[in-house]
């Protein structure tokens, strides 16, 4: 385990143990990919799905972290650290400029299929860690670390925030004339993707300036998400709100 680049994130640092999963917990984890899969098979966008292909998840058995990141290290760099919970925004920020993506190894219970109040394996893995493998993607996402990581401004943070939950969280883009979601909240969560299929979600064309002033909301299923027209574009955008950022005028 790599350590010492890592100050803020340290503590949280944790090992996976892989052999204490028990067999109702692969099952649970086998019925939530059976579950999500045929709608992602036609909801998901390409790359993410790619994705899933490439980290090489397996259906039937919960994600060893050491074995999807040692096949996503060498295409872009990022591994799949596990870490004991919810980080502390400046550890968070840190893991993520150092290509580590923070992952949580516990897994919901059958009881609660659909909703957890925090991330779990499922929501890290199985919605963020595919995109990790796009090049693009991962790319923007370590440029948002490094960017966040040195601001210490609270209001400048909950803007860029939204550029966060907006695209990484719940992001949509366009593909072959469809909506296609990409964003983790969208993939992991049957309720929040049907939303957007569903259309009961309005979907406005992705622009930095309405990202930054849409407040988010975590209470209720989203009226309001955003789309680009490709992986460049956030990556673009990362950049124009880093100028901002250091123009004050963010
Ligand atoms: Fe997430």
Same mark, same amino acid.
């Given at each position: 385990m790599i350590t010492e680049t890592l100050s803020a994130a340290a503590p949280y640092l944790i090992q996976q +143990?892989? @052999?204490?999963?028990?067999d109702e917990q692969h099952a649970v984890w086998a019925e939530l990919v059976g579950r999500a899969m045929p709608e992602l098979q036609k909801h998901a966008a390409r790359e993410y799905l790619e994705g899933f292909e490439i980290i090489g998840l397996q259906r039937s058995r919960l994600p060893n972290l050491r074995s999807v990141s040692a096949r996503l290290a060498p295409r872009t760099g990022w591994n799949s650290s596990p870490v004991s919970g919810f980080l502390p925004a400046p550890a968070f920020f840190e893991m993520l400029a150092a290509r580590r993506f923070p992952t949580t190894t516990w897994l919901r219970t059958r009881d609660s299929l659909e909703y957890t109040p925090e991330p779990d394996i499922f929501h890290d893995v199985?919605?963020?860690?595919?995109? #990790? @493998? #796009?090049k693009v993607f991962a790319d923007f996402l370590e440029h948002y670390g490094r960017v966040c990581a040195g601001i210490s401004d609270s209001g400048v943070l909950e803007k860029l925030g939204r550029l966060f939950w907006y695209t990484v969280e719940f992001g949509t883009i366009h593909q072959n004339g469809e909506i296609k979601v990409y964003g983790s909240g969208l993939i992991s969560s049957h309720g929040e993707c049907m939303n957007v299929m569903g259309g009961h979600c309005a979907i406005h064309d992705f622009t930095l300036d309405e990202v930054l002033a849409t407040p988010v909301k975590? +209470?209720?299923?989203?009226k309001l998400l955003f789309a680009v027209s490709s992986f460049d574009q956030i990556y673009d955008a990362m950049h124009d709100a880093e100028q901002r950022t250091l123009e004050g005028r963010l």
């Open positions: +143990d892989y @052999a204490a999963y028990t199985f919605g963020h860690v595919p995109m #990790h @493998a #796009h975590v +209470d209720e299923l989203h």
